[in-house]
């Protein structure tokens, strides 16, 4: 028997209706470069994205084209996000921090024909552009908005598009290979907000109440979906612009009066050094919470945010694949009611799955991994808003498992409560007499040091041992730790043979372009070190 409910297609107009509708009046906040703010509201918003959805057709753009984006975090980057894809269209996020010939290759691959430039952007659209297949180029607060001018949104027809069609499209940074295109559709960006919105407990549980400040730049991983979430709860937004400095944004969430915040932990170690250094100057008293994700956020980030300025971390993990977010941290049962230090033990672990967020681990010989937060095996991920393969990049296939699971490439325990806990990345883990090691604890632990501001652990060749670790470390301003203290300072918390056998301290740890740490940089650097000496 069939059940008889509507086949009701799951797009995005359906956002776009409700935010103009439902949330005229809520505002959406931007700092502009030269500091100042401007502001407006979802049913500008409406008016602006339907306008931008009507001009592309003039412009002769056809259903399932890409147009691309160059472009910080601000109001025109968000109509984007709406406009685009309600127009039939592909939104596809360029990383401006993207090396050029990266830049070339993925607007290329992808087939982009118009993209929508930040002005401050233009020279390094200048520097790839001819390579790619880009015809129209359309200037924030120039070009653009006299294509906007040339549309009127009530000519704005929903394009009654198929749930399954594509929606966005966004290159994974990849620290190794060729960029690999992930292709959201209108469902899977639907159900992906719905399972955001649900928010576990500890989750992000926003409503319409809120104000937003999402650091994570929209040219990361779909923003997190924070356009799209913000658009269904009728939250209001503030978009930093290209300001991402510690102050920039401790002045922009008194200001607005934001309630949450998001982002990547690098941001968060700017804004902790600057709470640390100033005492009292920023009352943060309205904020409920800063998802921090995209990497690991050390332990003793974590306890400092919450022990010497009152703020709780939400802590979560995905991947681009996952549109991205996959699993929030939660406190489940008397958790809630535990003391800190448990708690904290809890909300360092990667979280449990959002709802239809399907995980298992396998080790290498495919077997399921027991819970018991000490065996380690590669993460496997289904559900309806994971990838089920990359845009004209068959080669990759086998990053999907012959029964439709997605292998991350996460190298993870589980522990008991099913919660995630990583312990590395396929490539970065170390395997030391052939046992793993694993650098993220190690560089977590480093960074919990008082002299050290970053630390990365990579692995390098060992004749007797194949692979041993060798921390690389970035001081404190007018500090320093010689080997010796910093081996002392790991020594109680980790067995012996996992402690580096050699430190070198370096200015600054190369990132990649969204600020995670490149091991295969460091790894050329320090390849040749002899990993016994100290
Ligand atoms: P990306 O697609 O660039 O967002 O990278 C996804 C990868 O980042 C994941 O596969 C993890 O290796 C890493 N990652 C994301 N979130 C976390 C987290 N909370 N803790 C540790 N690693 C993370």
Redesign the pocket.
């Known amino acids: 028997m069939k059940g008889l409910m509507m086949d009701y297609q799951l797009t995005l107009p359906t956002f776009l209706r409700r935010a103009e509708t439902y949330f005229p009046d809520k505002q959406i906040v931007t700092r502009l470069p030269d500091r100042s703010f401007h502001r407006y509201t979802y049913r500008d918003l409406g008016r602006r994205s339907r306008q931008l959805a009507v001009a592309l057709q003039k412009l002769g753009l056809e259903r399932g084209d890409r147009v691309a984006t160059l472009c910080w975090n601000h109001y025109q980057h968000n109509e984007c996000y709406l406009g685009i894809p309600c127009g039939g269209f592909v939104l596809h996020t360029l990383n401006l921090r993207l090396h050029p010939a990266d830049l070339a290759y993925i607007a290329s691959h992808a087939g982009d024909r118009a993209v929508v430039v930040d002005r401050a952007l233009l020279p390094l659209l200048e520097q790839f552009r001819g390579e790619t297949p880009i015809e129209h180029v359309l200037v924030v607060e120039d070009s653009y908005e006299e294509l906007l001018a040339t549309a009127d949104p009530d000519e704005w027809r929903d394009p009654e598009l198929d749930e399954n069609e594509a929606a966005a499209m966004c290159y994974?940074?990849g620290t190794t290979g060729r960029p690999k295109g992930v292709v959201y559709s209108h469902r899977s960006t639907v159900l992906h907000t719905l399972g955001v919105a649900s928010g576990a407990p500890l989750g992000l549980a926003l409503s319409e109440e809120d104000v937003f400040l999402p650091v994570v730049p929209m040219f990361?991983?779909n923003a997190w979906g924070y356009p799209y979430l913000a658009a269904m709860m009728g939250a209001n937004l503030v978009y930093p612009g290209p300001h991402l400095d510690g102050e920039s944004l401790l002045d922009a969430f008194v200001q607005e009066r934001v309630t949450w915040t998001a982002g990547v932990p690098t941001i968060w170690l700017g804004i902790l050094a600057q709470l640390d250094a100033n005492p009292g100057k920023w009352d943060l008293s309205h904020m409920k919470g800063m998802l921090?994700?995209?990497?690991?956020?050390p332990r003793a980030m974590i306890d400092a945010f919450k022990q010497r300025h009152g703020l709780n971390v939400v802590?979560?993990?995905?991947?681009?694949?996952t549109s991205?977010v996959a699993s929030v941290s939660d406190l489940p049962g008397d958790l809630r009611h535990a003391d800190w230090e448990k708690q904290l033990d809890y909300i360092s672990l990667?979280g449990l799955p959002l709802p239809f967020v399907e995980l298992r681990a396998r080790d290498s010989e495919g077997k399921d991994v027991p819970w018991d937060d000490r065996t380690m095996g590669e993460l496997e991920i289904r559900g309806p808003w994971v990838a089920s393969g990359y845009y004209e990049t068959p080669e990759q296939a086998d990053r999907w498992t012959e029964d439709g699971w997605f292998k991350?490439?996460?190298i993870v325990t589980l522990h008991p409560d099913g919660f995630i806990h990583?312990q590395d990345?396929t490539k970065d883990v170390i395997k030391s007499g052939g046992e793993w090691i694993s650098s993220?604890e190690l560089e977590n632990a480093l960074m919990g040091h008082p002299a050290v501001a970053e630390a990365a652990v990579i692995g390098i060749p060992d004749e007797k041992w194949f692979e041993r670790p060798l921390g690389v470390v970035v001081m404190r301003p007018g500090q320093s730790a010689s080997p010796e203290e910093l081996r002392e300072f790991l020594a109680p918390n980790f067995a012996k043979w996992w402690l580096p056998d050699r430190f070198e301290v370096v200015e600054a740890i190369p990132k990649t372009g969204?600020g995670?740490f490149k091991k295969t940089e460091l790894r050329e650097m320090f390849v040749d070190a002899p990993a016994q000496a100290t």
Request: glycine share 18%.
């Open positions: 994974t940074s990361h991983a921090i994700g995209g990497s690991a956020p802590h979560g993990w995905g991947m681009t694949e991205p990667q991350t490439g996460d990583i990345r993220v969204v995670k």
